[in-house]
């Protein structure tokens, strides 16, 4: 049961354009949406994130959007560089109770290509 | 900048075998967790834990597993008898908030289980 969804395994983008990585949920309950990034051979880095009651948050390159109504969300990287190549996971959580652990997507591979 | 350690970075069992893998959250925060990642699939939440009891769990932390704070440092995941399944990256993370959606979850690099 796939409660976050990344459906694009792998995202290539030329270096200075930008990417869009998407993400959809099907829990109603969830409030809080984070995005990850991972290196190789190390863990998950905080990048950003957003509460239900925005519809858009940003920081320097970073922007994610949030549609609540369509249960999606995108995290946007403008302009990409080379060090942006990483898997990026998309995470979720519902903060009014419940589990206390984030709900992971499979991750997108974002490769930046100079 | 405060990071999470963990230890072993890798670990090669025998299904069968008990396995303790070791973890230091960063030191003022209250909140541990695991996490997992079996190859080419999510990142997937295991427990979690504050003052000195397990706060959540999911399905995949059954009998098998348990966790502890032995000391004032250091945080560990034990597997009593491990399957080929187990097999996976483990994350350890820490946080100084109850909800991880409320402040973020720092994340260790990660300790490779491989079970034969």
Known sequence: DQQVKQNSPSLSVQEGRISILNCDYTNSMFDYFLWYKKYPAEGPTFLISISSIKDKNEDGRFTVFLNKSAKHLSLHIVPSQPGDSAVYFCAATDSGGGADGLTFGKGTHLIIQP | ?116
């Not at chain 2, 427990?47 to 399905?59: G, L, R």
């Not at chain 2, 000391?71 to 909800?99: P, Q, V, W």
């Open chain 2, 1 to 116: 900048e405060p990071e999470v350690t963990q230890t072993p970075s890798h670990q090669v069992t025998q299904m069968g075998q008990e396995v303790i893998l070791r973890c230091v959250p960063i030191s003022n925060h209250l909140y541990f967790y695991w996490y997992r990642q079996i190859l080419g699939q999510k990142v997937e939440f295991l427990v979690s834990f504050y003052n000195n009891e397990i706060s959540e769990k999911s399905e995949i932390f059954d009998d098998q597993f348990s966790v502890e704070r032995p000391d004032g440092s250091n945080f560990t995941l034990k597997i009593r008898s491990t399957k080929l399944e187990d097999s996976a990256m483990y994350f350890c993370a820490s946080s100084d908030l109850r909800h991880p959606g409320a402040n973020v979850l720092t994340f260790g690099a990660g300790s490779r289980l491989t079970v034969l």
